[in-house]
């Protein structure tokens, strides 16, 4: 077991990744303060928000794996797909579920004022991001993977 964990510890590309997504959730957690002016330590394990933990962590894990394996590799070309559906997921098909949870709160909230009954549970709205937040995340994953 400890040969495991050796190996794992010492393993630049899994390192990278794991620290450069543990920076971002607690980036997250000062960028929500920023703009909000409110501390949520809930943003530490959280979807969403600046910048994108995903982005960064795969990025991160993508330029890693180009640094030890170079461009032509296969494992370069598998992470780059990854990448992609990564980026294209959080700007696209999770942003959008985000967008449609803020609009379907606002309805909950007027069924409960018009019918009297209360609904107990509010959908999660921030699960994608902007362009900009991904963005973010992707120049978090080349400062970590340059000079982690």
């Keep these: 077991m400890s040969n495991i964990v050796k190996e794992l510890t010492g393993n630049y590309i899994l390192n990278c990744a794991v ?3 543990a920076i ?3 980036l997250k957690v000062f ?3 920023l703009v909000t002016k409110e501390l949520k330590l809930s943003r530490l ?3 969403g928000g600046m910048p994108s933990s995903h982005t960064a962590f795969v990025a991160s894990a993508t330029i890693a794996v180009y640094r030890v394996e170079g461009i032509h590799s296969v494992a370069f070309a598998i992470m ?3 990448l992609m559906v990564i980026i294209s997921d959080a700007v696209g098909v999770r942003r959008q579920a ?3 949870a803020r609009v379907l709160n606002i309805i909950m909230e007027n069924w409960e004022q ?3 009954k209360p609904i107990d549970k509010n959908l999660k709205e921030l699960l994608g991001h902007t362009p900009f937040e991904v963005f973010g995340g992707f120049l978090l ?4 993977a340059f000079f982690y």
């Design 19 to 21: 620290i450069t997504w």
């Design 80 to 82: 780059f797909v990854i």
């Design 141 to 144: 994953a080349i400062i970590m």
């Design 114 to 116: 018009s019918k009297k």
């Design 98 to 100: 985000g967008e449609h």
């Design 31 to 33: 960028t929500y303060l």
């Design 45 to 47: 394990l959280g979807s």
């Design 24 to 26: 971002a959730q607690i």
